[in-house]
């Protein structure tokens, strides 16, 4: 796949529409790309390479672009194995070629290949330039965003930011659908715990002229980059993006489920807009982790499982805390049909986190929810939509 990004950067990323799961976790119906870059000048340039599952290809896509010409540098600003797998065998192929990263990359390096590479490295630093001949590029170091020896890189003669995994999104560069959803569903399941690292990178990107991004994930941005920049400032921030709700369930039989249901009903009822219900033993997880960021207000319903959480709640939380979850309020619905324990594991688990504000009060089904319990949770919605200033 050959797209001119600019009249002399070109696309040589693959698109993979076979991968199941992304990391061995992420559910990637619409598959994934792995970004690459070439970039032709007085001294032709490589950036980044891809993942081992897309390896002949890439090849073949880069040699096209070559035309028999000889590559000069290939930059590596990320090593995760999904953009660095052929680092190797791309500096076999062409000897000639020079590696260009940080101190911390070249560290890294030998822990991926057993290949010397001491005699070709180029080490840059936070603002050091490299002249391609017409190209000028500058790296902007980026730790934790979201390997320690991440950087991008700025390109002055086409105000190019090739971003790593940075403005990434799930889907291949042919699926038509919304950035924002597929963006933020990668963005705080593998980026998400930086958020301050974020916040630091965006203010150096402030101080460039972008009018391009290029990602090692997703789409190549070319309009509208204020909206991007925006949504990763607001991510970055863990502030809510949205008003609403979401209700995250752990049902057994079917009971806590129903509940959780019944209370997204009264939410509605009440003038609660947007609300959204995801069963965590069936549902996708990050998609789950995704709508807690995205709105302001989250319900935690589980049952009551060998004293503590039912386990998918249980890894519900885990997730969440993993990736810095905070800023929002929460509500607590816990089952249990002889000794109800889970709202007091899910507010200890809460409490472990930063600025979570849990309302006073809960509710607790023993078994099968009664009209008892429906009146409590029509008190616990009008209690949480006051906490949200609704």
């Given at each position: 796949?050959n797209?001119?990004?600019?009249?002399t950067?070109?696309?040589?990323?693959v698109?993979?529409?076979?991968i199941?799961l992304f990391?061995?976790?992420?559910?990637v119906?619409?598959?994934?790309s792995y970004?690459s870059?070439v970039?032709?000048?007085?001294?032709i340039?490589?950036?980044?390479?891809?993942?081992?599952r897309?390896?002949?290809?890439?090849?073949?896509?880069?040699?096209?672009i070559?035309?028999?010409?000889?590559?000069?540098?290939?930059?590596?600003?990320?090593?995760e194995?999904d953009h660095?797998a052929?680092i190797?065998?791309?500096?076999q192929?062409?000897?000639e070629v020079?590696?260009?990263g940080?101190?911390k990359?070249?560290?890294?390096l030998p822990?991926f290949f057993?290949s010397d590479f001491?005699?070709?490295?180029?080490?840059?630093k936070e603002?050091?330039?490299l002249?391609?001949?017409e190209h000028?590029?500058?790296f902007?170091?980026?730790?934790m965003?979201h390997?320690?020896e991440v950087?991008v890189?700025y390109?002055k003669?086409d105000k190019v930011l090739?971003?790593?995994?940075g403005?990434?999104k799930?889907?291949t560069?042919?699926?038509d659908?919304?950035?924002d959803?597929?963006?933020?569903r990668?963005?705080?399941n593998?980026v998400?715990?930086?958020?301050?690292?974020?916040?630091?990178?965006?203010k150096?990107?402030a101080a460039?002229?972008?009018?391009?991004i290029?990602?090692?994930?997703g789409?190549?941005?070319k309009e509208?980059l204020?909206h991007?920049i925006?949504?990763?400032?607001t991510?970055?921030k863990?502030?809510p993006?949205n008003?609403g709700i979401?209700?995250?369930?752990a049902?057994?039989h079917?009971n806590?489920?129903a509940?959780a249901e019944k209370?997204?009903?009264?939410?509605?009822?009440?003038?609660?807009?947007?609300v959204?219900?995801f069963?965590l033993?069936?549902?996708?997880m990050?998609?789950?982790?995704?709508d807690?960021?995205?709105?302001?207000g989250?319900v935690?319903a589980?049952?009551t499982?060998d004293g503590g959480l039912f386990p998918?709640?249980?890894?519900?939380?885990a997730?969440l805390?993993s990736?810095?979850?905070r800023?929002r309020?929460?509500a607590?619905i816990e089952?249990g049909?002889?000794g109800?324990m889970?709202a007091?594991?899910m507010r200890t688990?809460?409490?472990g986190?930063?600025?979570?504000?849990?309302?006073?009060?809960?509710?607790?089904?023993?078994?099968?929810?009664?009209?008892?319990?429906?009146?409590?949770?029509?008190d616990?919605?009008?209690?949480?939509?006051?906490?949200l200033g609704?």
């Amino acid at each position: 796949m050959n797209t001119k990004i600019t009249d002399t950067i070109i696309y040589s990323g693959v698109n993979d529409k076979t991968i199941d799961l992304f990391e061995s976790q992420y559910v990637v119906p619409n598959g994934i790309s792995y970004n690459s870059y070439v970039i032709i000048d007085e001294k032709i340039t490589i950036m980044d390479t891809v993942d081992k599952r897309a390896t002949d290809e890439w090849f073949e896509n880069v040699e096209k672009i070559l035309d028999g010409r000889k590559p000069a540098y290939l930059v590596i600003s990320h090593l995760e194995p999904d953009h660095a797998a052929n680092i190797e065998r791309f500096a076999q192929k062409y000897p000639e070629v020079q590696l260009v990263g940080n101190a911390k990359t070249f560290a890294m390096l030998p822990q991926f290949f057993d290949s010397d590479f001491s005699h070709r490295q180029v080490v840059v630093k936070e603002g050091d330039e490299l002249s391609l001949g017409e190209h000028v590029l500058t790296f902007v170091m980026a730790p934790m965003v979201h390997w320690p020896e991440v950087m991008v890189i700025y390109d002055k003669k086409d105000k190019v930011l090739f971003s790593a995994d940075g403005f990434g999104k799930f889907g291949t560069l042919d699926t038509d659908e919304d950035w924002d959803c597929e963006a933020r569903r990668y963005y705080f399941n593998i980026v998400g715990k930086y958020g301050a690292q974020v916040q630091t990178l965006l203010k150096k990107a402030a101080a460039l002229d972008i009018e391009i991004i290029c990602p090692l994930h997703g789409p190549i941005l070319k309009e509208n980059l204020e909206h991007y920049i925006g949504k990763y400032d607001t991510w970055s921030k863990y502030e809510p993006e949205n008003k609403g709700i979401t209700i995250a369930y752990a049902s057994i039989h079917g009971n806590t489920a129903a509940a959780a249901e019944k209370f997204a009903e009264i939410l509605k009822e009440q003038g609660e807009e947007k609300v959204s219900v995801f069963d965590l033993s069936r549902d996708d997880m990050a998609e789950a982790v995704e709508d807690a960021f995205r709105y302001d207000g989250i319900v935690f319903a589980s049952a009551t499982y060998d004293g503590g959480l039912f386990p998918c709640m249980e890894d519900f939380l885990a997730h969440l805390k993993s990736k810095t979850y905070r800023n929002r309020t929460a509500a607590i619905i816990e089952n249990g049909s002889w000794g109800p324990m889970a709202a007091k594991h899910m507010r200890t688990a809460l409490e472990g986190m930063k600025d979570i504000s849990v309302i006073d009060k809960s509710v607790t089904i023993k078994s099968m929810m009664k009209d008892s319990d429906i009146k409590n949770m029509e008190d616990m919605a009008k209690e949480l939509r006051k906490a949200l200033g609704r």
